[in-house]
């Protein structure tokens, strides 16, 4: 029993590490399993092809290394460049083995977009050694002065073969014991002042140079592009900071320039103004003005030998009470504008009202509207706002008249009268101007040159 155990103790320490020593060549044996196994994993691996040739290599790591050697295609320089994972390398492996790019070409990329299509997680070789590589771990970026790799001749390898034929003989002769290889360098001559190869050999090398040649070429062709568009990008800021006497004098001549209303006016101005129509609280107060409304009414009813067959033109209708008034006293066709979306009610009004026959009605900016008739015998609008001008409809009216009104045609209303009083009122000038100079103890003053630029309205 006490023999068993102590044999037990003394073997202990050779099969657990506490720390303790092991006996001599215990290591060793450990070393020896752990290189056995790797090597029996690499052998069980299938050679890993070059990303830029036929060439094969034992592992993944040789071949990498003579990509980088030979190529000078350098994956830690690409890996802190583009800031790659191993996702982003695998993806890259597959661009590579599918599009064949050249190893310039990859180095002079800033950006790792063309590699980033999900299609390129799939494998092009089965069980490629090069996907297995730890990219994480393994590589290093290399000094900082190398690191943005721009300064790579793109035809390093091409330019090899072709002026050093001597070194290129050498390479073939070493870089691998491949049967293609030592066919390849055993159909090399080489002499004094020529270099005789296979017409294979030779058209290959051929089509490497043209699709240099070609990348070139391209690389010309976006340099001038970028160019270009740099030139274009400077006269933009040119103008975008152009000197504040330049833009005073163009603003000043902007200023005094006389143009319609509705050109002047912006595209948000004319959608905010628009939008204001969509509410039908506006329409409410409109219509509930009964002496505006019976005017117009009594204006087209009670003229039914003006309006029988007439075609006409309703700038503005809104709820379409103009255009339902037009067809009621004889009219032949009624056409309504409007650029809100009230227009949507007006369409259900006229066909509750049962005159869809007669009336049909335009969503749209008249002067950027294609109406169905070219002429109008009579156009109507209600385009009166407080002090007369203030709804800024005028202007959309008077381009109707010139464009549409046909001959003898007629304007509804065709006359209107302004009447002017100066006054003074210091009461409501304090307490709209005055009010900012004390607002709960605080000064506002700036605020007081924007309330006199706009209209005070009382009705």
Known sequence: MSGDSDSDDCDMPSLVSNGAAAPPGAQ??????EDLGEEMYVDGLSPALDLFSTKKFKTAEDCLEHCKEVHGLDLAVLKKRLSMDTFSYIRFVNYIRSESPSPGFVMSLSSAAKWGDLKYMKPVIEDDPLLMFNFEEELDPQDE?????FEIDISR????EIANPRNFHNQLSTASTSSTDSSITSNVTIGEDSVMMPLDKFNELKKQFDAMALELREKDNELSTVYEDMTKMKGVAKTLFNTSGEAEATSSKAKHKLVPVSEARTVEEDHSYFQSYAHYSIHYEMLSDSVRTSSYRDALVKNPDRLRDALVLDIGCGTGILSMFAAQAGAKAVVGVDCSDIIYQAMD??????MDDKVKLVKGRLEETELPYEKYDIIVSEWMGYFLLFEGMLDSVLAARDKYLAPGGMVLPNRCTI????????ERYDSLVGFWSDVYGYKMSCMRSPILEEASVEV
Do not use: F
């Open 28 to 33: 060793s044996v450990v070393d020896y399993d």
């Open 145 to 149: 002065d190398d690191e943005n790799g």
């Open 157 to 160: 390898e091409l330019n090899d």
């Open 349 to 354: 009004i006229v066909r509750e009202n049962k």
């Open 419 to 426: 009447e002017l009083c100066a006054i003074a009122d210091t």
